[in-house]
């Protein structure tokens, strides 16, 4: 199965745009990228290549899913930079079973 890049830098645009449609967004913030773990999902190895990234993480467990959080800290706000990052972390995150499930931003 391919990944649709496509399909998810169009929705992070989308829902950027509504999102800066209806709030007053800060200049600056962390980004936290989800990403839900699959069967044989290695999460040691997920997180050490986040870290070399330059990622932050956090492990959650959401509505009985455990995900990790990528987080990029104190970045400038933009469609560009959240998809920026966003695909850089989803590329790491399908070589380690894991795909990606929406950011979000905390300012």
């Not at 998809?83 to 070589?95: F, S, Y």
């Amino acid at each position: 199965m391919t990944h649709d890049f496509a399909a998810q830098k169009a929705e992070t645009y989308d829902v950027f745009g509504e999102i800066q449609g209806n709030a007053d967004l800060p200049e600056n913030s962390d980004i936290d990228y989800m990403f839900e773990a699959g069967d044989g999902a290695d999460w040691e190895a997920f997180e050490a290549a986040l870290d070399a990234a330059g990622y932050d993480t956090e492990r959650e467990e959401g509505e009985g899913i455990p995900y990790l959080v990528a987080i990029l800290a104190d970045q400038p706000i933009s469609a560009l930079t959240i998809w920026m990052g966003e695909e850089m972390a989803t590329k790491i995150a399908l070589q380690h079973g894991f795909t990606p499930d929406g950011w979000g931003l905390l300012a």
